[in-house]
């Protein structure tokens, strides 16, 4: 690497795409090389692919030294495979890029021009969402939710499609919270923010690996991280049913001892039951969710284990 540029490390979370891997490599480093400013590193991080995906990612650790290869000991999810890169990353600046490529690398040097001019966070907006009409609204539904329940501001249609300086990097990467949300922990630390909107691509080669399950993981990992309104909601709920059912209760029994009783039939006595019960399920789920949240935290476990790493600059700039 030349010396005097700033270098740009760009984390590559991979899991069973032994399809896209040669060709988000290409891309990435065709664009680098017309950004000849800066020097780069490629991380790509494997969740523990069964398929050829590791034989690839060495494959260009013995091609190109610029690419390290993390391989974590199993599917740690992308959320902390991507956490793994960043603390392995020596850059200056540091951008995650989706293996699949949907989140073109093409947008890296506008976003470089925007930490040029002063912001050290710099968010891809998702104008155009190349995706199913399901998806799409259910991607749209969660930003809008989470707007409105997160304490925090987040813009509609952000990723994790991003870059991030230095300083910014180190302040993520030194939270200890377990359950982390990287999109809310990135919008929670404030600094200078620019927004760069691009058209969300479709995947060239093969199909997502993740299931509608792990969007609703990830959206209820964001939204309990960072909202007490379900507990709210639940005890808003808890109070109102209650002074309702006080009320009903003085009537019911004024009636009683007036006209004598007015149900002949149990259904009402199940109905009320059956929702009664439901909003009780419902409320002591979302207590224990959150109790979930504090489990893992003091259990205070490793978010991931790497198995291996390949070119370890981070190892080498230390010496």
């Not at 990612?57 to 993390?70: E, F, G, M, N, Q």
């Not at 190349?130 to 989470?146: A, C, G, I, P, S």
């Not at 639940?234 to 001892?257: D, E, P, Q």
């Amino acid at each position: 690497m030349a010396i005097n540029k700033k270098i740009l490390s760009i984390v590559v979370p991979t899991f069973n795409e032994e399809g896209n891997i040669k060709y988000a490599y290409t891309e990435i480093s065709r664009v680098m090389k017309k950004t000849s400013k800066y020097n780069y590193e490629i991380i790509f991080v494997d969740n523990y692919s069964t398929d050829k995906s590791r034989e690839i990612i060495k494959t260009l650790t013995k091609k190109d030294k610029r690419v390290t290869a993390i391989f974590l000991s199993r599917n740690f999810t992308s959320e902390y495979s991507s956490h793994a890169a960043m603390k392995q990353a020596i850059g200056d600046i540091l951008t995650i890029v989706d293996c699949d490529l949907q989140d073109h690398p093409e947008v890296i040097p506008k976003f470089l021009k925007k930490w040029e001019e002063g912001y050290p966070v710099v968010v891809g907006v998702r104008n155009v969402i190349n995706d199913t009409f399901l998806m799409k609204y259910v991607r749209k539904l969660f930003y809008v939710v989470f707007k409105k329940m997160a304490n925090i501001e987040m813009p509609l249609n952000a990723g994790t499609f991003c870059l991030l300086d230095r300083k910014v990097l180190n302040v993520i990467i030194d939270l200890p919270e377990k359950n982390r949300f990287f999109r809310g922990l990135r919008a929670w630390v404030g600094f200078k923010t620019a927004y760069v909107e691009y058209e969300r691509r479709v995947r060239k080669f093969g199909k997502t690996k993740n299931s509608f399950y792990d969007y609703i993981r990830d959206a209820q990992r964001g939204l309990l991280g960072f909202s007490f309104i379900p507990l709210d909601l639940m005890s808003t709920i808890g109070f109102l049913i209650t002074f309702i059912s006080f009320i009903l209760a003085v009537g019911y029994l004024s009636w009683v001892i007036f006209f004598g009783n007015p149900i002949n039939a149990s259904i009402p006595i199940m109905l009320s039951i059956f929702v009664f019960g439901g909003i009780q399920m419902l409320g002591i789920s979302i207590v224990g969710k959150y109790i979930q949240i504090v489990f893992e935290e003091v259990k205070n476990r490793p978010s991931y284990i790497i198995d291996e790493i390949l070119n370890d600059h981070k190892k080498n700039n230390s010496k």
